[in-house]
């Protein structure tokens, strides 16, 4: 019988955890022919939610949880989840029920059929405000074109995944993840599917813009330099322009003479070339700060308990 791991990242769900496991119990009833295991790795909840999971602990040998020293995030739980699995196939799912449990048994059945990454696609976006719809169209048209992978807006974190996609993303250890990406990077068959959002059933999303602009910032940069090559285009350029004008002017000035002038041009001048400066600045900053962060080789999440024990 294959064993199939459903990994949840939870981190303040005390309130969505009992209906989850309602509805994965529904499952395990509906899909009798796999072994199942619902791992919960508990991303350091401040509130019940550790409370809840040994309970269920207590009363379903099938449920087993994980619980993070701290608040990781949920790349990094998710990290935790893929470490701590052991299956044929997991599926990594969302706590707050906007994955539905219904779409499983058709990733099983592409999983069945030989595909070995089947994620599912959002068919639309629920209500965003049209701006953020808009920015995130563009955000991955850059990011595709720049890193020539497919990453796709609208599939995310819900996706049954084969054994070796687990442990290929388990040999990727970089700290500032962006699974998003590391999903198309470690290839594999594929199979995308669809599915209708629910809206979060209690509790609010804890991505705010902010965090998506981190997390995109964070996709740019672990994905492709391709900003480096454009700062070295634009910064060409400009000493093409720049060196263009200077022969113009000096041709000028020996010709017809230069009664001091041009102050207006000389602050433009100055202010452009400082901010594109700045801002190469900026982008090289960012890839630094990459490289600090990963060359610290601190591990990517600390375990604090394994099914209520100390590890
Ligand atoms: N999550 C997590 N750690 C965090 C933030 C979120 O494990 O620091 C989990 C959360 O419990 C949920 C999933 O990640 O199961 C998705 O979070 P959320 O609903 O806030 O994100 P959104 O649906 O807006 O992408
Ligand atoms: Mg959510």
């Not at 769900?13 to 009833?29: D, I, K, N, T, V």
């Not at 910032?217 to 720049?242: M, Y």
């Not at 400066?277 to 990459?290: D, P």
Request: charged share 25%; proline share 4%.
């Amino acid at each position: 019988m294959k064993k199939i791991c459903i990994i949840v990242p939870a981190y303040n769900e005390e309130a969505s955890l009992p209906e989850m496991y309602r509805q994965l119990c529904g499952l395990r009833e509906e899909q009798k022919n796999y072994e199942w295991t619902f791992l919960f790795v508990d991303d350091g909840s401040s509130d019940g939610t550790s409370r809840v999971l040994a309970d269920l602990r207590a009363a379903d040998g099938c449920v087993t949880y994980v619980r993070l020293s701290r608040n990781f995030g949920k790349e990094n739980a998710m990290l935790a989840g893929f470490d701590y699995a052991d299956a044929d196939a997991v599926v990594v799912m969302d706590c707050d029920l906007q994955h539905p449990v219904s779409v499983i048994p058709e990733m099983l059945r592409e999983y069945e059929a030989g595909y070995e990454d089947v994620y599912a696609r959002r068919r639309d976006r629920g209500h965003e405000p049209p701006v953020r719809r808009f920015l995130t169209k563009i955000y991955y048209r850059l990011l595709q074109r720049s890193t020539r992978m497919d990453v796709l807006p609208d599939a995310g974190d819900f996706r049954l995944l084969d054994r070796r996609c687990v442990r290929a993303l388990c040999q990727l250890r970089e700290r500032q993840r962006y699974t998003k990406g590391l999903y198309c990077w470690i290839g594999f068959r594929k199979k995308e599917i669809f599915f209708d959002p629910a809206d979060r059933l209690s509790g609010r999303s804890s991505f705010g813009m902010a965090g998506l602009l981190n997390l995109a910032i964070d996709g740019i940069t672990s994905f492709t330099t391709a900003p480096l090559r454009i700062s070295t285009v634009v910064g060409g350029l400009v000493s093409v322009a720049a060196f263009l004008y200077l022969c113009f002017i000096v041709g000028k000035t020996l010709v017809v003479g230069e009664p001091v002038q041009g102050f207006p041009t000389l602050i433009t001048v100055i202010l452009f070339l400082g901010g594109i400066q700045l801002l190469s600045i900026g982008i090289i900053g960012e890839y630094i700060a990459r490289i600090f962060n990963e060359t610290k080789g601190r591990p990517v999440y600390i375990v604090d308990k394994v099914n209520g024990k100390d590890v």
